[in-house]
């Protein structure tokens, strides 16, 4: 007998058109010709039995929500332990009369937050019958993907860029992926790996252009507001590629609202890139809805390095609506934020998470954030990958 996981999955949306898919079959974005924006997953969360109270018997995992992730067979979970990350303070670095938060993801399964995204697509993927699936990455999703895919005993292909650090490509190979290096950047990839799975029957789990990798990132939002007992902060700072875990977090608070466990009031989200591929900060500036294609040369925070995001219409209406911001930081500012963070506060994070402190000290500094408000960063990863290209 199958056992059930309780899931209250009751479609996929267009985000951009608004037609309606069947989450029991294989999808990937709107099939409409004229459309083809993300997909989304839909609950039906006025039926939901569970309360928050229930979750302290639930698993330290992202599991622990599984009636609000996409898989109904329990048995087509594939975890390696992803999620329940820890929220730890800022205690010694200045924070100038705010509290800042680190949700630090550096613990998950490859040291990254790729994990939890790729535990739910991975997962789904199991359930759907597909066995064969290709990426292309910065780097941390591509260690992600391929080994939720060993679990699985799904065969996995990862197309990076040649100058992604050794330990990236190391640790793919390592877990069982096939390791195609490109001279280019992730836009590059990413078409090639679109030319694949047209080809071949190799299943695309790019980000965004999947529907349930935005699932798992999102449980970061629940964990968020489950760690702070149901309260949201008043600012959260996500460094962002191709921004599915701010689009993540953004849906899990109106999930949440919707299931009455917390109110109305959300964070300032903010957007924060590199200098190097910073067109959300520039169309946020210019008030544009759409951001155009932006990449001026390598950065050491490789996940920053995305020219332009998929979703981008969608991560500019979250800043907005939130009345949130975009911010890019150099590589300079950069090492500087990641030195503090190692030496004063014991965390060795990944650059991209770096550039999360640097923008928190510059907004405060112009007044945007204020004194007594409560600010979260998001730890996206572990900086151990990355020490090819930290000087010491
Ligand atoms: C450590 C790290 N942080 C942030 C990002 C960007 O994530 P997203 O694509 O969800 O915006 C990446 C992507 O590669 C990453 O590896
Ligand atoms: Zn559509």
Redesign the pocket.
């Known amino acids: 007998m199958i056992k059930q996981t309780g899931t209250l999955i009751s479609h996929l949306v267009c985000e951009g058109c608004g037609r309606t898919y069947d989450p029991r079959k294989i999808y990937t974005l709107c099939t409409h010709e004229t459309c083809r924006y993300i997909l989304s997953a839909r609950y039906n969360l006025s039926e939901a039995k569970v309360k928050k109270e229930d979750l302290r018997t639930q698993p330290a995992n992202m599991w622990r929500y599984k009636e609000f992730l996409p898989v109904y067979n329990e048995e087509c979970i594939v975890t390696l332990g992803e999620g329940y990350t820890p929220l730890l303070k800022v205690s010694n670095l200045p924070t100038e009369g705010t509290q800042v938060f680190i949700k630090d993801?550096s613990g998950n399964p490859t040291g990254?937050?790729?994990a939890r995204?790729l535990s739910a697509a991975v997962s789904k993927a199991k359930e759907l019958g597909i066995r064969k699936l290709v990426i292309p990455?910065?780097?941390?999703?591509g260690g992600a993907l391929a080994a939720y895919a060993a679990k699985a005993g799904m065969q996995t292909l990862v197309y990076m860029p040649r100058q992604t650090p050794e330990a990236f490509k190391k640790e793919a190979k390592l877990l069982g992926a096939g390791v195609i290096e490109i001279d280019g950047n992730i836009s590059d990839c990413g078409k090639l790996v679109q030319q694949k799975s047209a080809n071949e029957d190799w299943f695309d789990v790019s980000?965004l252009k999947e529907p349930y990798r935005l699932e798992g990132?999102k449980t970061m939002g629940y964990e968020i507001a489950e760690q702070l007992n149901w309260e949201v902060p008043d600012i959260i700072l996500?460094?962002?590629?191709?921004?599915?875990?701010?689009l993540?977090i953004w849906k899990a608070f109106s999930e949440l609202e919707e299931l009455g466990w917390i109110g109305a009031r959300r964070p300032r989200m903010v957007a924060v890139q590199s200098d190097c591929c910073n067109g959300i900060q520039l169309a946020f500036q210019q008030a544009e809805t759409e951001s155009v294609y932006k990449d001026s040369g390598a950065t050491i925070?490789?996940?920053?390095r995305?020219p332009h995001?998929y979703a981008n219409r969608s991560i500019l209406k979250v800043i907005r609506e939130s009345n949130g911001n975009a911010v890019s930081v150099s590589d300079g500012d950069i090492l500087t934020a990641l030195r503090e963070l190692a030496s004063r506060e014991g965390l060795l994070v990944?650059?991209?998470?770096a550039a999360l402190w640097h923008a928190f000290k510059s907004l405060k500094r112009s007044g945007w954030i204020r004194e007594g408000e409560k600010v979260l960063l998001l730890n996206?990863?572990s900086g151990y990958k990355y020490f090819d290209n930290i000087p010491v």
């Open positions: 993801e990254s937050f790729k995204g990455t910065a780097g941390n999703a980000t990132k996500y460094p962002t590629g191709g921004g599915t875990g701010l993540g925070a490789n996940g920053l995305v995001p990944a650059p991209e998470g996206t990863g």
